[in-house]
């Protein structure tokens, strides 16, 4: 992908809260002014500035003609998107909203400190980054519309790599795909009883007015995510979005003043607190903790899976067969055990499923096990943290290992085919904005125009 793609794509993540600008500009840093004008959008001195802190050694060129250049580019694109009618919910963008501003709290320290950073309040940075995704977003939805008729068929695949040289073939790097089994120990039952108390005794305490529930929240609740904001959910939701169990309680909820009762779901167990309700869709904090594990009930769960891998071994069943019946795990059960790869294609923007990850794709328990074995090894059973972030004992069969290679018709066809059609897209938006720029008023200051553009048309 030459400059165009690879610079847009960049600042579709600047400006879409991927890699929002810590350093924040205000008036006082520097002096503003518009120094472009796209159709009736101004481009803003602090606009680049703020890219360029951001960027630095990683733009490629002048910075003072690459960014505004792009900047104007993403104008055209949130234009047509304005045409086209593109909308984007809030609902679809406040989980990433929520996961930037939980990365820059804890890349600035803390709330207060990232408050001085961007000289706004918390509120106001959240509707400031859920701005600069619904552009980012808006952007990705207009180039997915102008391509969409692209399609590639075999035989173009084929005509388009015939004659390319052996080492300019695309380098797919080690890919495996993996099976795995996997059973939670037993918690003992005093052991739930002891955290169920403890949740009760939470309840007792904001009850009697000795504090609240989101202080309780921030020093107790075992979901991190949460737990910095009063335990409280980044969002509005739907019943769909919860946990079921957890669901049936919050949904029944209606005074704010009222903790909801113990209840357990997939990740521990849970009291809860309406903060509001809108049409379909509340908003609550909650507290979560988790049962410890023994020891005892870890080694008696291990013992089980070896000797489950040893009759596998021996092929007394299929680590399909044990899989579907004995594994704990509901996404791989359904999958007789084969881990599914969730990606987002670069081509088409969409996410896709695939069995095949490299190692670093992978859990990190399961790809320091996965890095020592052979095709169709099975495994001993170790610990590792699965998707609900419970510890559980697992083991995995390597079904399949492709090692590093280039990129053949014959084995990596869909490969060859995104970048076939990467490029056949990209020629189009190229295209599109060649053809923009012509029906499209644009004013450039005096001291910005003296650049080489990628496309000479914004001078007219």
């Known amino acids: 992908m030459k400059l165009f ?180 120990p037993r918690i003992p039952q005093e052991e739930i009883e002891r955290v169920k108390e403890e949740l009760r005794g939470y309840t007792e305490r904001i009850n009697s007015g000795e504090t609240s529930f989101s202080t309780l929240a921030t020093l107790y609740s075992e979901d991190p995510g949460s737990a910095r904001f009063g335990g409280e959910l980044p969002d509005y939701v739907g019943r769909t979005e919860l946990d079921p169990a957890f669901a049936n309680v919050a949904f029944s909820l209606n005074d704010p003043k009222t903790i909801s009762k113990v209840v357990e779901s997939e990740y521990g167990f849970h009291i809860i607190q309406l903060v509001d309700k809108r049409g379909d869709k509340i908003k609550v904090r909650h507290i979560l903790r988790k049962p410890r594990l023994n020891q005892i009930d870890i080694d008696s769960t291990m013992m089980r899976m070896d000797s489950i891998a040893e009759d596998l071994r021996k092929e007394k069943y299929t680590f399909e067969e044990a899989a579907t019946y004995l594994s704990d795990d509901k996404d791989t059960r359904k999958n007789r055990g084969l881990m599914m790869n969730l990606k987002l294609d670069q081509t088409t923007g969409s996410e896709v499923r695939t069995s095949r990850f490299q190692l670093q794709e992978l859990p990190a328990e399961v790809a320091k096990v996965v890095s020592t074995m052979n095709t169709g090894e099975i495994s001993k059973p170790f610990m590792m943290v699965n998707a609900k972030d419970k510890e559980v004992c697992a083991i995995v069969k390597l079904k399949l290992h492709i090692k590093a290679h280039r990129a053949s018709i014959s084995e990596d066809f869909q490969v060859l085919k995104n970048v076939v059609t990467a490029k056949l897209q990209d020629e189009k938006i190229k295209q599109w904005i060649k053809d923009k720029q012509k029906s499209t008023y644009v004013r450039i200051n005096e001291g910005w125009r003296d650049c080489d553009f990628e496309y000479p048309g914004w001078v007219k």
Request: charged share 25%; aromatic share 8%.
């Open 5 to 184: 793609g690879r610079f847009l794509y960049a600042f579709a993540f600047l400006f879409g809260g991927t890699q929002m600008h810590l350093f924040a500009q205000s008036p006082n840093n520097v002096v503003d002014e518009v120094i472009w004008v796209v159709g009736d959008e101004a481009i803003l001195r602090s606009d680049v500035e703020a890219a360029r802190l951001d960027f630095g050694a990683n733009i490629q060129g002048n910075p003072y003609c690459v960014i505004p250049e792009q900047l104007a580019i993403q104008k055209l694109f949130l234009h047509q998107g304005q045409l086209d009618s593109v909308e984007v919910s809030t609902s679809e963008l406040m989980p990433n909203v929520e996961a930037r501003l939980n990365e820059l709290i804890m890349r600035a320290g803390s709330k207060e400190k990232l408050e001085e950073y961007y000289h706004k309040t918390m509120t106001q940075i959240r509707e400031m980054m859920l701005e600069s995704m619904r552009e980012q977003s808006t952007v990705q939805k207009v180039r997915a519309n102008l391509t969409a008729d692209i399609k590639v068929t075999p035989a173009e695949v084929r005509r388009y790599f015939k004659d390319v040289p052996q080492d300019s073939l695309p380098w797919i790097p080690d890919q495996v795909e993996v099976q795995i089994i996997t059973q939670q």
